[in-house]
């Protein structure tokens, strides 16, 4: 599995192509707030990290929209048979590495990707990097602060869809998180990102045991 260069006037992003891969500020940010008390309870129920719980609802939304197998990279379209999920872990050195989890439907499976990819960036103090094999999702969870928003990279040189989060906050039998969502619009339109926002927050409520 890797991925694999495709004619964009063959996809329904032709246009978008056009307009977008080459502008200066091609990225778009939407920000959404979420109840995420279905996992924060299902994380203690399952003994199972919560940052895990999110990024599996993370795939398990992005995994039915078709837009999240292309990604536009250095004024090409790439497509991709396979997701997955970056998370940034903190080292044994004190320091960061990135950390690709694969993508699958099954959480225990899924689960095992992530206690072994996130392990490894641990001991190893080196990037588990899938970007030649998967479409990943980017993340970044600044767990010590709550945050209204946050803007990533407008540059074009990371055109991956990236989303980042704070501290949820507890208001009554509500945890509340909000989450930005930036997007390259050579990749999707509003509407597939307002899809995705949708089906993650439908994720996170239906979240009830094992699976979803």
């Avoid at 767990?143 to 803007?151: T, Y």
């Avoid at 949820?168 to 930005?180: E, H, K, V």
Wanted: glycine share 6%.
């Amino acid at each position: 599995m890797s991925r694999k260069e495709i004619d964009p006037k063959t996809t329904t992003r032709a246009a978008a192509f056009e307009l977008w891969m080459n502008a200066p500020n091609p990225m778009v940010t939407f920000f959404k707030t979420y109840d995420i008390m279905p996992i924060i309870q299902a994380s203690k129920r399952f003994n199972m990290k919560l940052n895990m719980l999110m990024l599996y609802c993370i795939g398990q939304a992005a995994s039915s929209i078709k837009e999240f197998e292309l990604l536009p990279l250095e004024g090409r379209l790439y497509k991709f048979d396979q997701l997955a999920i970056n998370t940034i872990v903190a080292n044994k050195k004190g320091e960061i590495s990135s950390c690709d989890i694969r993508y699958t439907e099954d959480l225990k499976q899924f689960n095992a990707n992530y206690l072994h990819s996130t392990q490894k960036a641990y001991r190893t103090c080196k990037d588990q990097d899938l970007s030649l094999q998967c479409m990943v999702i980017g993340t970044s969870a600044i767990v010590d602060v709550e945050l209204d928003g946050a803007i990533g990279m407008n540059s074009g040189i990371f055109n991956n869809p990236f989303l980042i989060w704070g501290k949820y906050r507890i208001d009554g039998p509500q945890a509340l998180l909000t989450i930005s969502f930036q997007f390259h619009h050579t990749q999707m339109d509003g509407k597939q990102a307002g899809c995705f926002l949708k089906k993650l927050e439908e994720a996170i409520l239906t979240f009830k045991s094992g699976t979803t």
